[in-house]
């Protein structure tokens, strides 16, 4: 868990060197951001719980059936890592665009 903040914190500190202030509210007001946030809410509820709540079906409780509890938690944390990668891959070709010819340029 350690490991993965830290290369979430240079993930996003490299662009930021890069590109300024202007590149974390492109990352953090992006609307990406829904893809993110609710699954790892999700792994971080149920971690805390015991209980997956399913979409159909009763409740993945880690007791009663704990691999298929770990795999969906785990898809929860892979899935927005996924999208966490693909915010910041978004961000860092919005941010390094070029402005086109006659297009206003807003100073930062």
Known sequence: MVWAGIVALVALAVPTWRFGRQFLLQFFVSPFQFFIVPLWLLAYFSLRTGVMPMRSGPPLRR????????????Y??????AMFAFNLWISWQVMSRHPQAGAAVIPP
Do not use: K, Q, T, Y
Not at 76 to 81: D, R, T, V, Y
């Open 63 to 74: 007791d009663e059936n704990p691999a298929g509890f770990r795999r969906n938690v785990r």
């Open 76 to 81: 929860c944390i892979l899935m927005g890592a």
